[in-house]
């Protein structure tokens, strides 16, 4: 079978779950009907649906300090067209995100900028997304236990197995940037491990050497612009975190307190980073309404908040994205080569 047909499967598989989660999964675990929840979503609206999309705007908007401070030189209309125009390529299929990133080369290299500084970039942005999602669940433990609202033990084993994962992450990626000899081991671990995946293909650098020439780069950026870049997620998680608030009010979910809908919001954020359906949908919804529902939110109004919720924060980012692209392609290009003989000329 050849790798495209096996891509094509792939992707017809996690599609089709996608559907049997949304359709079947969803409203049996939410214990309700699509019946009853689309009469509630009726009951929103319309200065509440702009609403809601203005806050998707401005989380959107802080995500692109996280973008601007990891690639010097982009400015943020383009990263805002950029990201948006990712994610809608990765929510539209399983484990998009290769997709997506390969639609970011794409865009950031017709701008002018060098492959290796998108990679620094497409690495250091990844550890941040993946850290903060992580830290979800962490912080929602620590609100819960300041507001003595009760720790769930849903909440605190998916919060122990973030801080593990993400202590593991971290650790790699300190001692990457913290010591030559660490990356260089680390670099040979991988070299050693994904062999076999480049036997066919002609190489000029190995792995180790990558990460040792990738690590400089890394360390500047990271230097650099670390603060920035955690600003931006903390303003983007935090957009939509009231956004998640503000839904849950609008549908009747308003017996729960803020610590334990951040919790749910936590659940969710962390599970859109699974990749066996296009951006976690359907795992997502299922995993967060099961948290409200035995939380004791109202099994209608619970599912009918996550479904709006998943529609602002995943459906809508395929529209923005056909803009996104339409953007882009009336955008000025440049090659690498040409940006680097106009910087050169105007020194």
Same mark, same amino acid.
């Not at 079978?1 to 949304?22: C, D, E, F, P």
């Not at 909440?155 to 994962?165: E, F, M, Q």
């Given at each position: ?22 359709v ?87 701008w ?5 500084d998108?990679s ?34 849903e ?11 993400g ?20 670099g ?37 612009? !670390? ?47 699974? &990749?066996?359906? *296009?951006?976690?949908? &359907? ?11 035995? !939380?004791?939110? *109202? ?19 395929? *529209? ?28």
């Open positions: 079978m050849s790798r495209r047909a096996k891509q094509v499967i792939r992707v017809v598989i996690g599609l089709a779950l996608t559907v049997v989660l949304l079947w999964g969803f409203p049996k675990v939410a214990k309700t009907t699509w019946g009853d929840v689309f009469a509630h979503v009726e009951t929103v609206s319309w200065w509440q649906g702009l609403g809601f999309l203005g806050l998707v705007l401005l989380g959107l908007g802080c995500y692109t300090f996280t973008f601007t401070g990891s690639l010097p030189g982009l400015s943020h209309w383009r990263a805002f067209i950029v990201n948006i125009c990712g994610s809608s390529v990765s929510n539209l299929l399983p484990g998009g995100g290769a997709v997506g990133l390969a639609a970011t080369y794409t865009i950031l290299r017709s002018g900028f060098k492959n290796r998108v620094t970039s497409a690495i250091v942005t990844g550890v941040w997304n993946t850290l903060a999602r992580i830290a979800l669940p962490i912080v929602a433990i620590v609100m819960l236990w300041w507001g003595n609202d009760g720790l769930p033990r909440l605190t084993s998916l919060a122990w197995g973030g801080a593990l994962t202590l593991s992450i971290l650790g790699v990626f300190v001692a990457i940037l913290a010591s030559e000899r660490s990356a260089q081991a680390i040979k671990g991988l070299d050693r491990l994904l062999a076999p995946l480049f036997r066919r293909r002609n190489r000029t650098m190995s792995i180790d050497q990558l990460v040792t020439d990738m690590r400089n780069r890394i360390n500047e950026v990271v230097r650099r612009g !670390w603060l920035q870049m955690t600003l931006g997620m903390v303003g983007f998680f935090g957009f939509y975190y009231v956004l998640f608030v503000l839904i849950m009010r609008a549908v009747g979910v308003d017996m729960l307190p803020l610590g334990i809908l951040f919790a749910a919001f936590a659940i969710g954020r962390l599970l859109t980073a699974v &990749g066996i359906t *296009p951006g976690g949908v &359907g795992v997502m919804e299922i995993a967060s309404v099961a948290a409200l529902v035995a !939380w004791g939110a *109202p099994s209608t109004e619970a599912m009918s908040g996550i479904f709006l919720f998943s529609i602002f924060t995943h459906l809508m980012e395929v *529209p923005l994205g056909a803009l996104g692209w339409l953007a882009w392609s009336m955008s000025p290009k440049a090659a690498p080569e040409e940006v680097e003989a106009a910087e050169a000329a105007h020194h």
